[in-house]
């Protein structure tokens, strides 16, 4: 089980350093007004996407490993567990998210100001301190 958490979590660093950087290159791609640089947050926004996705697929696969091969008896009636897949589900919906914007942009569809992008770039905070909270307190 070991190796299953370390992958887990190791998926989990990479999926999340996408969430925070990729609404970080929309801010400064919203505010870009010259067409290399706007060329260039495009090829950026995309690779990062797919490193987030990376991310995110190996995150949900160890995720269901250690929920179903190991935890879910113990863990299936505790309400922290719950809170906790809440969350995910909401990072989810987030990284979907993200990926519709990457999509905005490169299609030149970005209608949304650099100052929206800055409270966008903040959505992946609180759901990071809920899960954490909820795998090392265990508070319910």
């Known amino acids: 089980m070991p190796w299953i958490v370390s992958f887990h979590v190791i998926f989990m660093v990479t ?9 970080r290159l929309f801010v400064y791609h919203a505010d870009c ?3 290399p640089g ?17 991310g995110f697929i ?3 696969v160890f995720g269901l490993i250690l929920v179903f091969a190991y935890a879910w008896s ?4 505790t309400g922290w567990f719950w809170t906790k897949m809440v969350m995910v589900i909401i990072l989810i919906a987030f990284n979907f998210y993200c990926g519709k914007l990457v999509k905005d942009f490169r299609e030149e569809r970005n209608i949304r100001s650099h100052k929206f992008y ?17 795998v090392v307190v265990k508070p319910f």
Do not use: H, Q, S
């Open 15 to 23: 999926w999340f350093a996408g969430l925070f950087y990729l609404p």
């Open 33 to 35: 007004k010259d067409a």
């Open 38 to 54: 706007n060329e260039r947050f495009k090829v950026m926004e995309r690779k990062l996407y797919v490193m987030t996705n990376i």
């Open 58 to 60: 190996g995150t949900v």
């Open 74 to 77: 113990a863990y299936a009636m």
């Open 118 to 134: 800055r409270l966008v770039n903040e959505i992946p905070v609180l759901p990071l301190v809920v899960i954490i909270i909820c």
